[in-house]
């Protein structure tokens, strides 16, 4: 089950991918975001960190030891956010 | 060109023992943070990581790190090894590679962990199959107490140095075999077009990664030839992209994509950067840059931009300045010419024989042409050229498959990637499709979308008209998200 904030994130990756295919509600947060799985590669990457620039305002970088876990699922991802973003 | 090719072999490094190659931005690399490299410090490491290398014939150099890859790279060459590189990094690609060449090893940098690994190697993938290659970790070469070299080795001009495979849609990809020869003699003539007369050190950041021809020839090979000191990092985020500009000294130089200035772009634009970088050149490869971009980030980085066009077979091959013309100059020492049916053809002194251009171009003067168009079957997706056609067949192999198609919407300014329409028996997921096209298909010509319908809009002769399959696509999506 996704929660309300992994929900949220899920629409902002199906908005920033065109995952026309696909329903957010229908990503399972535990599923891997790369490779397997949603078979997500560095560019949607990119694409991702803009679209959580412009909706939390958390820049992301990957020097961090932090954001290499935090792209791995939905649920890991949005845990993230959560714990980045100011407000 | 220099006259030293008069000789026989020519030095793996034209530059002083005490002029700098590289800069330690990567927090994962054995060396200090900061530190640069000179180039009697360089040999020294080539010389600890060659004394890894087993005997074999080639290595597939799969290096992440831009430095230990020029390391890993140059090694090879003074044993007389010739250096693999893949298209990506998948383990079907080396799988291929192995069965290809046979006598093959695997040189990694993994330990390092230096950018997160986007790429898909399928777990399956990878649990499945017992590897057999032999995978030679040049970590094991002791980096921080190599000794210094003050003698730079000579390499011989015919030996074969790499094989640079393109970027194709399928697994076949085209190996473009590189002699030292031709190395160093477009090494020295990308330093002329692509630099000018700049003759001080110069401090690069590249994007894009080091065994693609494009990152190869501008942060790989230049700063073996001319005053060029390269960052050993590889940053996607713009954020990162940022911070290692800034970490570097000046005068600096980008190396980059148009998807990476995209993105830096559009970042300051939600929250501006907030100390200024002057960087001296960008420049910019791998698809067409709008004029827009190339003027926005001119005034960002109060830079000159050069963009820059090239193919596999030769590399670079022209450049403009997109924010102020159009038209594409070539470089010194590279020729087009029309042949019959108006193909264009083009020739350099470094490669024996001559490549189609298959694009759509327009000479103006013998130094002078337009790029009206790519090629209606040669696509771009994320930096990616393939073959249209190609990809369809892979497509039409699948074996449950009654029919299908695969194009580019063209629907938004994003990142272009393909969609597919496909008639399947009720029985078969449209997931069961995706990991067999992923099996036969580079990463960025998978689908994004598949969509089942009933039927395609097949005339008599068996096109499809791309106007219907558009509608088809539309309509799909519409019932979709009713």
């Known amino acids: 089950m996704q929660s309300p904030a992994e929900l949220k994130m899920a629409e902002l990756l199906v908005e920033a991918l065109n995952l026309e295919d696909i329903e957010a509600k229908d990503i399972d947060p535990e599923e891997l975001l790369f490779g397997d799985g949603l078979g997500l590669d560095s560019i949607d990457a990119l694409e991702i960190a803009l679209a959580i620039s412009q909706e939390y305002g958390v820049q992301v970088k990957a020097e961090d030891e932090s954001t290499r876990d935090a792209f791995s699922t939905l649920r890991s991802l949005s845990a993230y956010i959560e714990s980045n973003k100011s407000s | 060109m220099k006259n030293h090719l008069n000789h026989n072999c020519y030095p793996l490094v034209d530059r002083s023992l005490d002029s700098y190659i590289a800069i330690i931005l990567s927090l994962y690399s054995p060396l200090k943070l900061n530190t640069k490299v000179n180039i009697s410090q360089f040999l020294g490491h080539v010389y600890a990581v060659a004394e890894l290398l087993p005997p074999h014939k080639y290595a597939i150099n799969l290096c992440e790190n831009r430095y230990l890859f020029m390391v890993s790279f140059c090694a090879l060459l003074i044993k007389n090894q010739i250096n693999l590189l893949p298209p990506n990094k998948k383990l079907m690609t080396q799988q291929w590679l192995i069965e290809k060449y046979k006598d093959v090893y695997v040189l990694d940098d993994s330990k390092l962990g230096e950018s997160i690994n986007f790429t898909s190697v399928s777990e399956s993938e990878a649990s499945g199959k017992e590897s057999k290659q ?158 827009d971009l190339a003027k926005d980030i001119e005034i960002l980085f109060s830079s000159t931009l050069r963009e820059i066009y090239g193919c596999s077979e030769i590399g670079s091959m022209a450049v403009r300045e997109t924010s102020k013309e159009d038209v594409w100059q070539l470089f010194e020492g590279v020729d087009f010419s029309y042949q019959k049916n108006n193909m264009i053809m083009a020739r350099t ?134």
């Open chain 2, 134 to 291: 032999f995978v030679v970790n040049i970590l094991k070469a002791d980096f921080v107490n190599a000794e210094k070299i003050k003698n730079i080795p000579n390499i011989p001009l015919n030996q074969l140095a790499a094989i640079a495979f393109t970027s194709g849609s399928t697994g076949e990809s085209k190996p473009n075999e590189k002699t030292w020869q031709t190395i160093v003699e477009s090494s020295q003539n990308n330093a002329l077009n692509m630099l000018g007369n700049r003759n001080e050190l110069m401090y690069q950041l590249a994007t894009v990664p080091p065994q693609h021809m494009w990152g190869l020839e501008t942060s790989v090979l230049l700063p073996l030839f001319t005053s060029i000191c390269v960052a050993d990092v590889k940053p996607l985020f713009p954020q990162d992209i940022y911070d290692a500009l800034y970490a570097l000294p000046s005068p600096r130089m980008l190396v980059s994509s148009p998807i990476h200035l995209r993105a830096i772009m559009k970042l300051n634009i939600l929250s501006p950067y907030e100390a200024p970088i002057k960087v001296a050149l960008t420049l910019c490869a791998t698809s067409p840059l709008s004029k």
């Open chain 2, 349 to 482: 002194q470094y490669l024996p024989q001559k490549i189609e251009i298959f694009d759509d171009v327009k000479l103006i003067d013998e130094n002078h042409f337009i790029l009206k168009g790519r090629s209606s079957d040669m696509i771009d997706v994320a930096g990616k050229r393939g073959s249209l056609q190609e990809i369809n067949n892979v497509l039409l192999g699948f074996p449950e498959l009654v029919d299908g198609v695969i194009f580019i919407p063209k629907n938004n300014s994003k990142v272009e990637r393909l969609v597919a329409l496909v008639v399947l028996p009720d029985s078969i997921e449209v997931a069961i499709l995706k990991n067999y096209l992923k099996k036969y298909l580079d990463d960025a010509f998978v689908p994004r979308v598949i969509l089942k319908t009933n039927s395609l809009p097949r005339q008599e002769n068996g096109k499809l008209p791309l106007a219907e399959i558009k509608n088809i696509y539309k309509d799909l999506l519409k019932i979709k998200f009713q």
